[in-house]
């Protein structure tokens, strides 16, 4: 390739003009990358120092002696791969925990030890370059150790550094005063990070474990102490703490429900209650994606069933064809009218394979369709009811509303008034199934005999019959009552509010 003939060229003009030269600095570049500066400091300075000079000459348009000294450089190149490959050899255990050490930070972090480390280094290597074999060896144990040292300092300083200093800003908080027993823990899981990796440095994830522990006590200990001085500030008392933590307990509920939690009894039932409510919300969150989730699959299996219909008619209509085709070379010097039978037949066989196509791809289309319509109307009737209200369930094409906001006083089966706006939204779900058969479910709490519950609930469901058909005059064709007693519960009867939320009313509509 030729060069410039005047002026003196740029490094970028020399590698795009010059082949030998460019394939030296991919290769010196390559070498630096592989830490051949490392492991054959003198080799790869003798290497680099031969692209420089190449590189001059070439930039001073001295064109056979810069490709001279690139072949040159790239015989030394060569060299030094081979130089570096067994150097590694030998050093490969160090060059490891070199890397580990690197990889934490140590390079940085303490660069002036991992300076002197890497003289040592150098100083192995180049007794290796010099065939000095034994020399060599005799280093490579204590840098093994030095490089394992300032991995394990720099894994310490890293997972330390964040811990210490919430512990530290846990202690300016006031956490020794306010806080001990959780600072105390703070610490303790700071000194097991720290003593994991004295044992074995390769346990970095369990230090981390434990100091990310740390971390979170501490800040858990930096907030007890200043929700403590704010209690201190405004010179609560004990009634003034109790009640404050009622009003937290009743604001997390406030999103699931307006009623108050039940203060009148021990905090283990105002406990209870929570849970129950967390609990219900959990079910109602898995029962809806559940079923958005079989709808969706039904959908899918349905328009695969199409897609495979539709390819194996696609197949019986292809050997209809072949068949025909076979008749008509068997037939081919016979009359007329054999031939015009055969091609009537086979068309026959086409029309009627159509027709059982489009039935079926219309029947499998209106099945998608009316899972769509039932997703639909469920959506409708879920959007209807807040969460305290009912929860609404679904199964197929068929829907049962759970009213778990519907109360009944206890051993009473009267709709109270405040029952009503629950029940219109009822009347309004049970339209868009005008054909449906309803089936209303009345349940009890454990209070009293399985008998007389099974009784009351039996007269509960029944009331709610009534105002269905007298009050909202929804046909009574279409509904149906039964009592099943206390044996279905969905709360805990342990509480007041859990015996509440089972003295309720299920209303399944079968579509």
């Given at each position: 390739m030729g060069c410039a003939a005047t002026g003196s060229l740029t490094?970028?003009?020399?590698?795009?003009?010059?082949d030998a030269v460019a394939e030296l600095n991919s290769g010196v570049d390559e070498a630096r990358f592989r830490q051949s500066d490392l492991l054959a400091s003198e080799q790869f300075q003798k290497t680099k120092d031969s692209l420089e000079t190449a590189v001059k000459y070439a930039r001073n348009a001295e064109k056979d002696k810069a490709n001279k000294t690139a072949a040159r450089g790239l015989e030394e190149l060569n060299a030094l791969n081979q130089m570096v490959t067994a150097n590694r050899r030998v050093m490969e255990e160090v060059m490891t925990t070199r890397s580990r050490a690197?990889?934490?930070?140590?390079?940085?972090?303490?660069?002036?030890?991992?300076?002197?480390?890497?003289?040592a280094f150098r100083k192995a290597t180049r007794f290796l370059e010099q065939n000095r074999?034994?020399?060599?060896?005799?280093?490579?144990?204590?840098?093994?150790?030095?490089?394992?040292?300032?991995?394990?300092?720099?894994?310490k300083e890293g997972l330390a550094a964040a811990a210490v200093e919430s512990v530290s800003l846990a202690r300016l908080a006031g956490a020794d005063d306010y806080a001990p027993k959780t600072l105390e823990m703070a610490v303790q899981e700071l000194k097991l990070a720290t003593s994991v990796l004295d044992a074995d440095r390769t346990r970095v994830d369990k230090s981390n474990a434990h100091a990310s522990k740390a971390m979170w006590l501490a800040r858990r200990a930096q907030e007890i102490a200043a929700t403590a001085k704010w209690f201190d500030d405004q010179e609560f008392t004990d009634e003034d703490l109790v009640l404050w933590h009622q009003r937290q307990l009743q604001q997390i509920r406030q999103p699931a429900t307006s009623k108050i939690l039940p203060f009148d009894r021990s905090n283990a039932e105002v406990v209870a209650t929570l849970?129950?409510?967390v609990a219900s919300l959990v079910k109602s969150t898995q029962d809806l994606h559940k079923a958005t989730k079989l709808s969706q699959a039904h959908i899918q299996d349905l328009e695969k069933q199409m897609t495979a219909q539709a390819f194996s008619r696609r197949q019986e209509l292809a050997t209809i064809l072949r068949d025909h085709e076979t008749q008509l070379t068997a037939i081919r010097s016979g009359s007329q009218s054999q031939i015009q039978q055969a091609n009537t037949a086979a068309a026959q066989q086409v029309a009627e394979l159509q027709k059982k196509l489009s039935s079926e791809t219309a029947e499998l289309e209106a099945s998608v369709q009316r899972e769509r319509q039932a997703e639909a109307r469920y959506e409708e009737i879920r959007k209807m009811f807040g969460p305290e209200e009912a929860d609404v369930l679904r199964q197929g094409a068929n829907v049962m509303i759970r009213l778990k906001g519907f109360q009944f006083s206890s051993g009473e089966s009267r709709i109270e008034s405040e029952n009503f706006s629950l029940l219109n939204k009822v009347l309004w779900a049970?339209?868009?199934?005008?054909?449906?058969?309803?089936t209303v479910s009345g349940h009890t709490d454990s209070s009293g005999s399985p008998q007389d519950n099974l009784a009351l609930s039996s007269k509960r469901a029944i009331s709610v019959v009534d105002f269905l058909t007298t009050v909202g005059g929804y046909s009574a064709a279409q509904l149906t009552s039964e009592g099943r007693g206390e044996q279905e519960p969905i709360a805990t009867n342990e509480t007041s509010e859990g015996r509440a939320t089972n003295r309720r009313i299920d209303v399944w509509i079968a579509n």
């Open positions: 490094r970028g003009d020399v590698l795009r003009q010059y690197q990889e934490q930070g140590a390079s940085n972090l303490f660069a002036t030890d991992f300076g002197k480390a890497d003289m074999l034994r020399e060599a060896e005799d280093l490579r144990p204590e840098l093994i150790r030095v490089y394992a040292d300032l991995e394990l300092r720099a894994l849970r129950d409510d049970l339209n868009i199934f005008p054909q449906g058969k309803v």
